[in-house]
T-cell receptor, first 114, second 112 residues
Framework: DSGVTQTPKHLITATGQRVTLRCSPR?????VYWYQQSLDQGLQFLIQ???????AKGNILERFSAQQFPDLHSELNLSSLELGDSALYFC?????????????FGPGTRLTVT | KNQVEQSPQSLIILEGKNCTLQ??????????LRWYKQDTGRGPVSLTI?????NTKSNGRYTATLDADTKQSSLHITASQLSDSASYIC???????????FGAGTTVTVRA
């Protein structure tokens, strides 16, 4: 158990809908990262927050947005969902800014868009 | 083109045997290189982290090596166990960059 929690574990929704994925980092970790992993593909970095502020953006679509709240939990919002958005979405956390610090991954949220 | 290429894409080995996974990267310079193990449907778990000045790092039956001159890393699994069946991911972090570069992973299947 990494100490990072993600909810829900599974999510099934229809195209065009909007969903929110939630992540609680390990106690004491200030950085939160979001990743997308499509079937048989590698992890794709989406976005990173550090202590409530956005720090880095990766391959995140404009239909996706995220935020980190004062209690350091984070939410990833996916809107106007398409079939291709079906994937595993992972959240990771680290104690500080990235690179030197180990990232601990949560169990993931499996999103299925039908 | 991906900055981190892993090979082979997949491999099958018998329990008790050894295997070696390869990672070639173009990120240069880099701050550190990591190997993660990802069980199916679960989040990746760190196995080793090496800075550019380190040549080898071990974690139990897992040994990672790094050749910064040739920009290659390898992960050696000794005396494989059924629980080693997973995807192994090589990750490189450039200096002064928040974004990690992930390889596509090598899927290892250990059979009894």
């Amino acid at each position: 158990d990494s100490g990072v929690t993600q909810t829900p574990k599974h999510l099934i929704t229809a195209t065009g809908q909007r969903v929110t994925l939630r992540c609680s980092p390990r106690s004491g970790d200030l950085s939160v990262y979001w990743y997308q992993q499509s079937l048989d593909q590698g992890l794709q970095f989406l976005i990173q927050y550090y202590n409530g502020e956005e720090r880095a953006k990766g391959n995140i679509l404009e239909r996706f947005s995220a935020q980190q709240f004062p209690d350091l939990h984070s939410e990833l919002n996916l809107s106007s969902l398409e079939l291709g958005d079906s994937a595993l979405y992972f959240c990771a956390s680290s104690v500080g800014n990235p690179g030197a610090y180990e990232q601990y991954f949560g169990p993931g949220t499996r999103l299925t868009v039908t | 083109k991906n900055q981190v290429e892993q090979s082979p894409q997949s491999l099958i080995i018998l329990e008790g045997k050894n295997c070696t996974l390869q990672c070639n990267y173009t990120v240069s310079p880099f701050s550190n290189l990591r190997w993660y193990k990802q069980d199916t449907g679960r989040g990746p778990v760190s196995l080793t982290i090496m800075t550019f000045s380190e040549n080898t790092k071990s974690n139990g039956r897992y040994t990672a090596t790094l050749d910064a001159d040739t920009k290659q890393s390898s992960l050696h699994i000794t005396a494989s166990q059924l629980s080693d069946s997973a995807s192994y991911i090589c990750v490189v972090r450039p200096p002064n960059d928040y974004k990690l570069s992930f390889g596509a992973g090598t899927t290892v299947t250990v059979r009894a």
